[in-house]
């Protein structure tokens, strides 16, 4: 059994930048695809982007795409969420998600782990 524990959210205005950080358990974090996923009120969760277990694949949803990055430290069992220019639109609970397979998802059924969420607000 994986435990996920998000941390970093916040208030930052709008062009600002947060980074969201995803503590994972378990001796075998290399071997997890990793996610982030955001659900805002009254909306469905949705993906942002993922990573492959090595951390040579990444993936973006297009909204996010050239403005947030996903990385992780296999060393330190941590996946990092960097957002910049940050907009109204991102304000949502921001969610860690592991795998039991190395490669990449974007659908949110294909994920086995998650975590409890982390706010982020952004004011404009």
């Known amino acids: 059994q994986v435990q996920l524990v998000e941390s970093g959210g916040g208030l930052v205005q709008a062009g600002g930048s947060l980074r969201l950080s995803c503590a994972a358990s378990g001796r075998t974090f290399s071997s997890y695809g990793m996610g982030w996923f955001r659900q805002a009120p009254g909306k469905e969760r949705e993906f942002v982007a993922t990573i492959s277990g090595s951390g040579s694949g990444t993936d973006y949803a297009g909204s996010v795409k050239g403005r947030f990055t996903i990385s992780r430290d296999n060393a330190k069992n941590t996946v990092f969420l960097q957002m910049n220019n940050l907009k109204p639109e991102d304000t949502a609970v921001y969610f860690c998600?592991?795998?039991?397979?190395?490669?990449?998802?974007?659908?949110?059924?294909?994920?086995?782990?998650w975590g409890q969420g982390t706010q982020v607000t952004v004011s404009s």
């Open positions: 998600a592991g795998r039991s397979t190395t490669y990449t998802a974007t659908l949110l059924r294909l994920y086995d782990y």
